[in-house]
T-cell receptor, first 112, second 113 residues
Framework: SQKIEQNSEALNIQEGKTATLTCNYT??????LQWYRQDPGRGPVFLLL?????KEKRKERLKVTFDTTLKQSLFHITASQPADSATYLC???????????FGKGTRLHILP | GAGVSQTPSNKVTEKGKYVELRCDPI?????LYWYRQSLGQGPEFLIY????????DSGLPNDRFFAVRPEGSVSTLKIQRTERGDSAVYLC???????????FGPGTRLTVT
């Protein structure tokens, strides 16, 4: 069955450094992959989408890579700030339809 | 403009009771999704609508769960004979026609005692 794995432990990063989060998947051939941010008590907020034919996507301090051979996406936040502390969710389309499947998320703490 | 709204924000009910959770999507969004999220987990897909019809209901856990979207806008998730295991945050999201990014509401926290 389809499976998505994200860093299961919380990630602590010093302010100003680059935070890198990993999303691995198996038994999938997704057409695209998305990253969302979720703060406590709130719904997820869309950040970036990358398609299977794209290697890298950037938006301000965010960068996402997508390696369909390794079945992996990396999500980078450069010049991290305490306000970046949140849970980050990786999501892939399920069976190439409009439904998306989420990973468990990685809790990121940026330490001042 | 207004985002996705969900009511109630919190619902406490007794085991065996019936509950309805409401979602108001962003105006004009054709797709509407329901998810369930337990503590420490990502959102778990339940069902999604394109317009009025359920395009995929494969995530509904059993026949106690049902959702409707009669006019292609507001949706209601209905849970019959609630069980303690149904306790979770129920999230609703909508997306524009052809769009892949989903816009989420704040969720309804359901607690079954």
């Amino acid at each position: 069955s389809q499976k998505i794995e994200q860093n299961s432990e919380a990630l602590n990063i010093q302010e100003g450094k680059t935070a890198t989060l990993t999303c691995n998947y198996t038994n999938y051939s997704p057409a695209y992959l998305q990253w969302y941010r979720q703060d406590p008590g709130r719904g997820p907020v869309f950040l970036l989408l990358i398609r299977e034919n794209e290697k890298e996507k950037r938006k301000e301090r965010l960068k996402v890579t997508f390696d369909t051979t390794l079945k992996q996406s990396l999500f980078h936040i450069t010049a991290s700030q305490p306000a970046d502390s949140a849970t980050y969710l990786c999501a892939l389309d399920g069976n190439r339809d409009d439904k998306i499947i989420f990973g468990k998320g990685t809790r990121l703490h940026i330490l001042p | 403009g207004a985002g996705v709204s969900q009511t109630p924000s919190n619902k406490v009910t007794e085991k065996g009771k019936y509950v309805e959770l409401r979602c108001d999507p962003i105006s004009g969004h054709t797709a509407l999704y329901w998810y369930r999220q337990s503590l420490g987990q990502g959102p778990e897909f339940l069902i999604y609508f394109q317009g009025t019809g359920a395009a995929d209901d494969s995530g509904l856990p059993n026949d106690r769960f049902f959702a409707v979207r009669p006019e292609g806008s507001v949706s209601t998730l209905k849970i019959q004979r609630t069980e303690r295991g149904d306790s979770a945050v129920y999230l609703c999201a909508s997306s524009a026609l052809g769009g892949k990014e989903q816009y989420f509401g704040p969720g309804t926290r359901l607690t079954v005692t």
